[in-house]
């Protein structure tokens, strides 16, 4: 079968597509999957470059991705069919997830082996053009609700700056933050993308436009907000220190599992890093979402598998609007 595969860590070059590998054996509590779509994300890159914490005991030559869409078409010893239909995952069955943080196998392969409960239904209605939106949502979704309701714990009437509003994560924080009572929400983008960002539910603020701290201290008043959400890190974590209510009740959280909270804590602000929680309650939770159309993740673009590299690039560039995916489909 078809692979990605990379045998030491750099840049998308090491990307290598194998057309000899041999498919995998499901183990117990594991389906069969044939992979229709891959879903990108920063961690991607970062597994790939050996920058990601996950990099650090990653047995080489390794796969790539983490986020998928496809079919079941097998299983485990340890599961029949019926236990297949009674979790709504059957042979023959569109399914959607994710690998949990402890499975560092890549999904960029035209069948992988993965925990049947690390995988959800696709809804019948959804049609084969719409499948791309479904590999981007699982980590991207997964990501947006540890950080909305476990680490930010956002409440009835807060006010909330995001990050990336326009990116993948981004577009479900919004909607997530509004669901969760927020008052007031904020999120920065280039302004090619801020009526994308207003039709999500926030209030855009350009940063290649206006300086983003005047804008929002400008929007409150003064006062600050009491939540920031944080996708980028690298430049906007120290300055969004300085925008958080002044009364110390303020509180950042950010996405890379590597970040450095310590000019946070020095100032007595509390600072929290996103820890994804997977599980089929959750994915359940992102379905209701995608079918109610609260949660509109759209697909910026669906590329090849085989420019798997082009695509970590244009992930790399961090000006992505939505998600990008790969066809894996032969």
Not at 90 to 96: C, K, L, N, S, Y
Not at 235 to 246: H, K, Y
Not at 281 to 300: C, F, I, K, N, W
């Amino acid at each position: 079968m078809r692979e990605i595969l990379f045998d030491r860590f750099g840049g998308p070059d090491v990307l290598t597509l194998h057309t000899d590998s041999p498919r995998p054996e499901p183990a117990e509590g594991e389906v069969l999957v044939e992979v229709a779509y891959a879903g990108l994300n920063p961690l991607d890159y970062k597994i790939r470059d050996g920058s990601s914490g996950m990099a650090a005991d990653l047995s080489l030559p390794a796969g790539t991705g983490r986020e998928l869409t496809g079919t079941v078409i097998g299983a485990g010893p340890d599961l029949d069919t019926a236990e297949l239909a009674s979790r709504g995952v059957a042979p023959g069955t569109r399914v959607f997830g994710m690998r949990r943080p402890t499975d560092r196998r890549g999904v960029a392969a035209e069948v992988i082996a993965i925990a049947a409960d690390d995988l959800a239904p696709v809804p019948d209605e959804v049609t084969e053009e719409d499948l791309p939106r479904w590999a981007g949502l699982a980590l991207a979704g997964l990501t947006a609700i540890a950080t909305v309701h476990d680490a930010a714990e956002l409440r009835e009437g807060s006010s909330v700056l995001i990050h990336g509003g326009s990116g993948g994560v981004g577009q479900l924080l919004i909607p997530m933050a509004r669901e969760a009572g927020a008052s007031h929400v904020w999120a920065t983008g280039r302004a090619a993308n801020a009526e994308r960002i207003r039709e999500l539910g926030a209030e855009p603020i350009a940063y290649d436009q206006v300086d983003w701290q005047q804008a929002v201290r400008e929007a409150t008043g003064g006062e600050g907000v009491d939540v920031v959400l944080d996708t980028r890190y690298f430049s906007t974590f120290l300055p969004s220190l300085d925008v958080l209510r002044a009364d110390g009740e303020g509180m950042i959280v950010v996405l890379p599992s590597l970040a450095d909270l310590t000019p946070a804590q020095e100032r007595g602000i509390t600072a929290r890093i996103t820890r994804i929680v997977t599980g089929r309650d959750r994915l359940d939770r992102l379905v209701q979402g995608m079918r109610s159309g609260a949660y509109p993740l759209e697909t910026s673009r669906v590329l090849p598998l085989e420019q798997i590299a082009e695509a970590h690039r244009l992930l790399e560039d961090g000006h992505t609007r939505g998600k990008l995916v790969v066809d894996v489909r032969p």
